[in-house]
């Protein structure tokens, strides 16, 4: 039963690699594709970006745990080619600590499915949209706090996140047990999570 559980979660995980995959490149490369007549330059840096990106979810991901510092490297490249999409009226933020030991460490592709949650359902093309994201450090936990304004079509809290955010719950639960919480809120205005998860170190 414990290797059955542990195959599902593998399979998850895989599950959840491949789900980031096809959508944001197939996004990206048509940017790249605007981009390339407009600035050639500022093209031949996205698709550096993109690379190390794909890089990283194919051969950085396969172990249990990810260095911290990587991964919001991650998240950052992933924010900045997702601006290439949006006009400067987006409010996007992102505050992580500066300077992070390589030794702290989380679980691979948990951060990310919230960011790309953000994206797609707290902007809006008809009103003023925002984006929060702040990761910090509180004395033995990793705070991870995302924010967004929410998308009238989409401010239903049970059609936000879908099987990526199911995905994430089971295995926080499987990784954690009770040791973490997610909270997760919405109203007409904006849609908020939190995650709390142990600070933990590499072994």
Do not use: W
């Amino acid at each position: 039963a414990e290797r059955l559980q542990r195959q599902n979660i593998q399979a998850e995980m895989y599950y959840l690699k491949h789900q980031i995959n096809p959508h944001f490149l197939m996004n990206t490369l048509n940017n790249i594709h605007a981009l390339v007549d407009i600035d050639s330059e500022a093209a031949k840096q996205t698709i550096i970006q993109l690379s190390d990106m794909m890089r990283y979810v194919v051969y950085d991901t396969g172990d249990n745990t990810i260095s911290l510092r990587d991964d919001m490297k991650f998240v950052k490249n992933y924010i900045e080619l997702m601006r290439i999409r949006y006009s400067q009226t987006i409010d996007i933020r992102f505050n992580y600590p500066q300077n992070l030991p390589p030794t702290i460490v989380i679980p691979p592709l948990v951060m990310i499915v919230f960011v790309e949650n953000a994206f797609k359902h707290g902007i809006s093309r008809n009103r003023a949209s925002y984006i929060y994201i702040d990761i910090s450090l509180e004395d033995d936990m990793l705070v991870a706090k995302f924010e967004n304004s929410a998308n009238q079509s989409t401010r239903n809290s049970k059609t936000i996140g879908g099987v990526g955010l199911e995905n994430v719950s089971r295995r926080l639960e499987y990784i954690y047990g009770k040791n973490y919480s997610l909270d997760i809120k919405s109203d007409k205005e904006k849609y908020c999570v939190t995650l709390k998860i142990p600070k933990r170190y590499e072994s």
